[in-house]
C-alpha cells in the first residue's frame, strides 16, 4: 500500500514539475494536485504509522515513533531551506525535479522493508461493516474519544501557525522575503526535531496521556508567547519551543493509540485519526478571516486562548486523561 501510494505522491510530483517546465502552470492545476497529495499523503501517514506499530515490539514502540518523527523533522528543515533556496535560484519547475527524484528514491527505500507474515490472517469483512465496527469500537472507548478530540483540537488551533498562516507572519510581522519565511519553518520543525530525538532516546513514558496533556498546554501557551512578539530574533526560539511542544503531543497520541487499540483495530482508529487533520482547513479558514480583520497577532492569541479552553474542557470530559484507569491497553472491541 506504501509503495502505491509513493508512486502516486511521484507521479503528481512529476506532474507539478511538467507544467512549471513547460510554462503551463495555472492555479486551478495546482488546487487540484494539492487536493490529489492531501488525500494520499493522509492514507500515507496512516499505513506507515500502523506497519511500525505491526514491525516493532509494543515496548520499543516510543522509540520508534520518536526515530520515525526524527526522519520527518529533519526532512522539513532540509526541505524549508534547500526548497526555498532552489525555488528563488531556479523557479518552481527544478524546484520539484528534486521532490520528484526524493519520492522515487523513497519508493525503492519502502520496497525493501520486509513483514513477517501473520499465522493467521485478519478476517476481511466488507467495508461498510469494518467501518461501522471501527466506530463502534472507537465510541466505547473514552480514550480514544479524548485523544480523537485533542488532534482535532491543534489541528484546529496550532497547526495554522506553521502549516499555513507563517507566510502572513512573515509578511505581516516580520515583513521578511521566502527566505525568511522559510528561517521562521525551519526553527519550528528544528524544535520538533529535538522533540523527537527527546521522545526517541527516552526508554518509556509510563503515562503518555499525561505527556501529551503537558504538551498540548505547553504548545498554545508557546503560541500566546510568540503572538506578542513584532521581531523575528526573539520569535525565533519560540517557534523552536513550538516545534519541540507539536512533536512531544503527536508522538505521545500515536503511542497512547497504538498501545490501547487492538492490533486488528489500529488502521481503522488511525484512519479516523487522520480525519483530525480536517481541523486544519478550518483553522485556515477562520485563521485567514480573523487576520484580515484584527491582524495575525489577535489571530493567534485567540488561537491560544481557545485551545487551552477546550483543552480544559477535555480534562472534565475525559478524567481518564489524568486520572489513568481505562488510558492504557483495556480497551475491548465490544462483545469480545
Excluded: C
Excluded at 519551543?241 to 486488528?264: K, N, P
Amino acid at each position: 500500500m506504501i509503495i502505491g501510494l509513493r508512486t502516486i505522491l511521484a507521479v503528481l510530483a512529476l506532474t507539478i514539475m511538467t507544467l512549471a517546465l513547460t510554462d503551463v502552470l495555472e492555479v486551478w492545476h495546482v488546487f487540484i494536485i494539492a487536493t490529489l497529495t492531501g488525500m494520499v499523503r493522509v492514507a500515507d501517514n496512516v499505513a506507515r504509522q500502523s506497519l511500525v506499530a505491526d514491525i516493532v515490539p509494543r515496548e520499543s514502540l516510543l522509540n520508534a515513533y520518536g526515530l520515525t518523527r526524527t526522519t520527518q523533522d529533519s526532512a522539513k528543515i532540509a526541505g524549508s531551506l534547500i526548497g526555498a533556496g532552489l525555488f528563488a535560484q531556479f523557479g518552481l519547475g527544478l524546484a520539484y525535479t528534486g521532490v520528484t527524484v526524493l519520492y522515487g528514491i523513497s519508493v525503492v527505500f519502502i520496497s525493501a522493508v520486509s513483514i513477517v507474515r501473520r499465522s493467521a490472517p485478519l478476517q476481511r469483512d466488507p467495508v461498510f461493516h469494518t467501518l461501522k465496527s471501527g466506530v463502534s469500537y472507537m465510541r466505547g472507548s473514552p480514550t480514544i474519544k479524548a485523544v480523537m478530540f485533542l488532534a482535532f483540537l491543534v489541528n484546529l488551533t496550532a497547526f495554522p501557525l506553521s502549516n499555513g498562516l507563517m507566510p502572513v507572519v512573515a509578511r505581516d510581522l516580520f515583513n521578511t522575503d521566502e527566505n525568511g519565511l522559510a528561517r521562521l519553518l525551519a526553527a519550528v520543525a528544528l524544535g520538533a526535531l529535538a522533540g523527537s530525538i527527546a521522545m526517541a532516546a527516552l526508554a518509556r513514558i509510563a503515562r503518555p496521556d499525561r505527556a501529551m496533556l503537558f504538551a498540548v498546554v505547553a504548545w498554545h501557551l508557546f503560541l500566546l508567547l510568540f503572538a506578542r512578539f513584532d521581531t523575528s530574533g526573539p520569535a525565533f526560539p519560540v517557534l523552536a519551543a513550538v516545534g519541540f511542544a507539536s512533536s512531544i503531543s503527536m508522538i505521545s497520541m500515536t503511542v497512547l493509540l497504538m498501545t490501547t487499540v487492538q492490533r486488528e483495530f489500529r488502521g481503522r482508529v488511525m484512519g479516523v485519526r487522520m480525519l483530525a487533520v480536517y481541523g486544519l482547513p478550518m483553522g485556515l479558514l477562520i485563521g485567514g478571516g480573523l487576520a484580515e480583520v484584527f491582524g495575525i497577532q489577535a489571530t493567534l492569541t485567540i488561537y491560544g486562548i481557545v485551545g487551552l479552553a477546550l483543552t480544559a474542557l477535555a480534562v472534565v470530559a475525559w478524567p481518564q486523561l489524568w486520572q489513568g484507569g481505562e488510558v492504557m491497553g483495556n480497551d475491548t472491541p465490544p462483545g469480545n
